[in-house]
């Protein structure tokens, strides 16, 4: 079910048009299963099987409900599918449109990436709400809401035409990549790691849409940053940046994966905020000190794509690190109003101001940074700092 299951869903929903009725009767279908294969053994097909079976359950629920209404030229469409003897390389693969009506614009950014890892990762609502800190009720609610509305607006389960393939493109990988970020920030959740959750759905992706170079660039960025997990934090408990990790430990094989992807991506010569980050990761990846002047040079292209508070934030790290201390100091000081309850805007503050020799308001400013840090290894590496400031 860990690779079939959006394959099911999607090929469920296509047919009935439905998201919440399409969940329920592959459940149902998953129950059955484990009664009917437990006594009598695995079909030859068992996707084709479960396929079938949650088909035959949508029908008899349709019937039994108020969802009766629907035209029995419906019913007997979805009754001719369940007649089929469905092989799994039958099954079509409409995984890519649930891809894009999971996130579609209409729905806001958390219940896009709530609903796309309950129909596309799998995860329960329970895992789902952990991940986001949220009550299992009110996550569940939030996916009623979202299927509620997909069905509401007559969402369209399909791929976008070429006139609004690069937004909607944009928008899908911007889910995964808060996915990713999610699972970097709170660890993995009642054993499931959204990181790797996040790098399987762009897996997905890139295997449903290959040759598009922002696929690539996304997923060569979730892997070099990936590669460097098992050295971000130290034998102290505090989190390490890269240049003080411990390469040893980084895991070269996905380092390798993401520089190739992102080669692959570069040669297509159609640049997008994707690739240019991954370009970043890459130069923070390499084994020789990171390139600066470079480093900044990207983020200052990528804020003209993404004209965005954090991004001028990284442009500003990226100018101290390359000598500009006292313009980077000015770039960060504009950008209060915006990131005020953003820890790493108060650590990057800090940095600066005693790097200029005020260490008064650089102890505020690290003091605030811990107050907000959201991990006890950031804790320990922003006390690490105000102490050595001290």
């Known amino acids: 079910m860990r690779q079939d299951r959006g394959r099911l869903l999607a090929a469920l929903i ?6 919440q009725l399409a969940e329920e009767a592959l459940q149902e279908a998953l129950e059955s299963a484990l009664v009917h294969w437990g006594r009598a053994g695995l079909p030859a097909s068992p996707q084709g099987w479960l396929l079938k079976v949650a088909l035959r359950k949508a029908i008899d629920r349709i019937r039994s409900t108020a969802r009766g ?9 979805l009754a001719r599918d369940e007649a089929d003897d469905t092989e799994p390389d039958r099954i079509p693969d409409d995984r890519l449109r649930l891809i894009f009506t999971c996130c579609h614009p209409a729905l806001d950014p958390k219940s896009r990436v ?5 129909t596309l990762g799998g995860l329960t609502t329970g895992e789902i709400a952990r991940a986001f800190l949220d009550a299992e009720p009110t996550m569940g609610q939030r996916l009623s809401r979202a299927k509620a509305k997909i069905a509401a607006a007559r969402i369209p389960f399909v791929v976008p035409g070429p006139e609004d393939w690069a937004d909607r493109l944009n928008s899908v990988l911007t889910v995964i990549y808060l996915i990713f970020n999610a699972g970097y920030s709170v660890g993995p959740i009642a054993g ?10 762009a897996r997905l992706l890139l295997q449903l849409a290959p040759d598009q170079p922002e696929v690539e660039g996304a997923l060569a960025l979730l892997l070099l940053t990936q590669a460097r997990a098992g050295a971000r934090t130290g034998p102290d408990g505090q989190t390490l940046p890269p240049t003080r990790q411990d390469r040893s430990l980084w895991n070269r094989a996905a380092l390798d994966e993401g520089l190739a992807l992102l080669d692959r991506a570069i040669a297509r010569r159609a640049p997008g905020p994707f ?43 990226a100018l101290a690190e390359s000598g500009q ?14 990131l005020d309850g953003y820890q790493p805007f108060h650590a990057t503050r800090a940095d600066f101001l ?11 400013e690290y003091l605030r940074a811990i107050a907000l840090a959201g991990s006890e290894a950031d804790r320990t590496f922003l006390q690490a700092r105000l102490t050595g400031l001290e």
Request: glycine letters at 2%; a positive charge; hydrophobic letters at 50%.
């Open 325 to 338: 201390l006292a313009q980077a100091l000015a770039q960060v000081q504009a950008l209060c109003p915006q």
């Open 114 to 118: 709530a609903l796309t890892l309950r």
């Open 354 to 364: 005693a790097r200029s020799g005020d260490s008064t308001s650089a102890r505020s």
């Open 192 to 201: 499931r790691d959204l990181c790797t959750e996040a790098i399987f759905l």
């Open 69 to 77: 209404t629907r035209k029995s030229a419906d019913l007997a469409l």
């Open 275 to 317: 690739q240019l980050k991954a370009a970043i990761a890459a130069l923070h990846s390499a084994d020789t000190p990171p390139d600066w002047p470079q480093i900044a040079a990207l983020y200052a292209r990528l804020h003209d794509l993404e004209p965005t508070p954090v991004i001028a934030l990284n442009h500003a790290v």
């Open 14 to 19: 296509a047919r009935l048009r439905d998201f």
